[in-house]
Nanobody
Framework: VQLQASGGGLVQPGGSPRLSCVSSGPTAYYYGVAWFRQAPGTEREGVSCIYGGSTYYPDSVKGRFTISRDIAKNTIYLQMNSLKPEDTAVYYC????????????????????WGQGTLVTVSS
């Protein structure tokens, strides 16, 4: 499975971009799918995941980010709203045949397949 993320760019604070991640293979309903981000000098942080009909968001983005997927299009989306400068990072999509692991409120970045990342810069 190869993943191709897109949709990043320069966004003003408060903006609402949508990231897309197209899979070369089927990401079936019971594939675990997640979005992570990594800012310079920081560890990779999970910002959302979905498995079956269940989703999870850490407190840092809860209420602002929404993960979804279109199985027919093999595409995963991340709708981001009310962006802040601290949301600036490279965003990665990832997939796994198992459910994503969440420990202590953190989505653990142990996934089988990763996209190349797309940079989101939040600045006026």
């Amino acid at each position: 499975v190869q993943l191709q993320a897109s949709g990043g760019g320069l966004v003003q604070p408060g903006g609402s971009p949508r990231l897309s991640c197209v899979s070369s293979g089927p990401t079936a309903y019971y594939y675990g799918v997640a979005w992570f981000r990594q800012a310079p000098g920081t560890e990779r942080e999970g910002v959302s995941c979905i498995y079956g009909g269940s989703t999870y968001y850490p407190d840092s983005v809860k209420g602002r980010f929404t993960i979804s997927r279109d199985i027919a299009k093999n595409t995963i989306y991340l709708q981001m709203n009310s962006l802040k400068p601290e949301d600036t990072a490279v965003y990665y999509c990832a997939a796994d045949q198992s459910p994503p692991t969440v420990i202590g409120g953190h989505i653990i970045p142990i996934m089988d397949y990763w996209g190349q990342g797309t940079l989101v810069t939040v600045s006026s």
